[in-house]
């Protein structure tokens, strides 16, 4: 059974200054991102309880806006031991959320930006459409980070100099594409789950080149049938 200071001591970042973009991705056996469009679908309790612990331990959780829509994201609040715990360790109690949209096809009514206990952030670009910027603008802190596209570089260092270098990416697919894509992937933690899904699901990461980037291993964490993998850049 998994423990409170058992996944801290796992997941753990010795360096907290330098950048650091670290993914958290559930998968089936046969490689599914989803069940029925949905990546929580594919997790149990001890799934939850890693995503708690790094969610616990960033300074922003990055998402895509398709990843909102989908998964139902409403405002990230930490639980009250969770905010202690952070205080104690000198940092800000709650995350921030930071949603990377080109379109910017959000509704600022959502969930995310009026049920969340910091003011998110928006990741664009320059060409983004200007209603839906300034709509926006009023409901988030508004970051531009390319000319015609989202330039994943320029992102990590956006959020790297506003004092957010430990991000934790919960996806979509698209937007892992294009960080592994940009070289900046960091580490990847992966929850395995045990079924093998079929049907049209996607992997965890599409789009992008096809590019091989070298991973090691750093652990593997078994909790039941579920395997909890970490990895980082080789």
Same mark, same amino acid.
């Given at each position: 059974? *998994?423990?409170?200071?058992?996944?801290?001591?796992?997941?753990w970042i010795g360096n907290r200054t330098e950048p650091r973009v670290r993914m958290n991705?559930?998968?089936?056996?046969?490689?599914?991102?989803?069940?029925?469009g949905r990546s929580g679908a594919l997790g149990n309790a001890d799934d939850k309880f890693?995503?708690?612990?790094?969610? *616990?331990?960033?300074?922003?959780?990055?998402? +895509?806006?398709?990843?909102?829509?989908?998964?139902?994201?409403?405002?990230?609040?930490?639980?009250?031991?969770?905010?202690?715990?952070?205080?104690?360790? +000198?940092?800000?109690?709650?995350?921030?959320?930071?949603?990377?949209?080109?379109?910017?096809?959000?509704?600022?009514?959502?969930?995310?930006?009026?049920?969340?206990?910091?003011?998110? *952030?928006?990741?664009?670009?320059?060409?983004?459409?200007?209603?839906?910027?300034?709509? *926006?603008?009023?409901?988030?802190?508004?970051?531009?980070?390319?000319?015609?596209?989202?330039?994943?570089?320029?992102?990590?260092?956006?959020?790297?100099?506003?004092?957010?270098?430990?991000?934790?990416?919960?996806?979509?697919?698209?937007?892992? +594409?294009?960080?592994?894509?940009?070289?900046?992937?960091?580490?990847?933690?992966?929850?395995?789950?045990?079924?093998?899904?079929?049907?049209?699901?996607?992997?965890?990461?599409?789009?992008?080149?096809?590019?091989?980037?070298?991973?090691?291993?750093?652990?593997?964490?078994?909790?039941g049938d579920m395997l909890f993998l970490r990895y980082e850049r080789a």
């Amino acid at each position: 059974m *998994l423990n409170r200071e058992e996944l801290i001591a796992k997941y753990w970042i010795g360096n907290r200054t330098e950048p650091r973009v670290r993914m958290n991705f559930v998968s089936s056996l046969d490689g599914a991102g989803t069940h029925d469009g949905r990546s929580g679908a594919l997790g149990n309790a001890d799934d939850k309880f890693v995503f708690d612990t790094l969610r *616990l331990l960033t300074d922003v959780i990055l998402v +895509g806006a398709g990843t909102v829509r989908a998964e139902g994201y409403g405002g990230i609040h930490a639980s009250a031991a969770d905010a202690s715990w952070r205080n104690l360790q +000198g940092w800000p109690p709650q995350p921030r959320v930071a949603i990377v949209s080109s379109r910017l096809d959000l509704d600022p009514a959502h969930g995310v930006f009026t049920d969340s206990p910091l003011r998110p *952030l928006v990741l664009t670009h320059a060409a983004a459409p200007a209603e839906r910027l300034a709509a *926006l603008s009023e409901v988030a802190d508004v970051l531009i980070c390319g000319e015609t596209e989202i330039d994943p570089v320029a992102m990590v260092l956006a959020l790297a100099v506003r004092g957010m270098p430990q991000i934790l990416c919960e996806g979509g697919p698209h937007l892992f +594409g294009a960080l592994i894509e940009a070289d900046c992937v960091d580490e990847l933690c992966l929850s395995l789950s045990p079924v093998l899904e079929g049907g049209p699901a996607s992997r965890i990461a599409s789009g992008g080149a096809q590019i091989s980037r070298p991973m090691t291993l750093l652990h593997a964490l078994p909790a039941g049938d579920m395997l909890f993998l970490r990895y980082e850049r080789a």
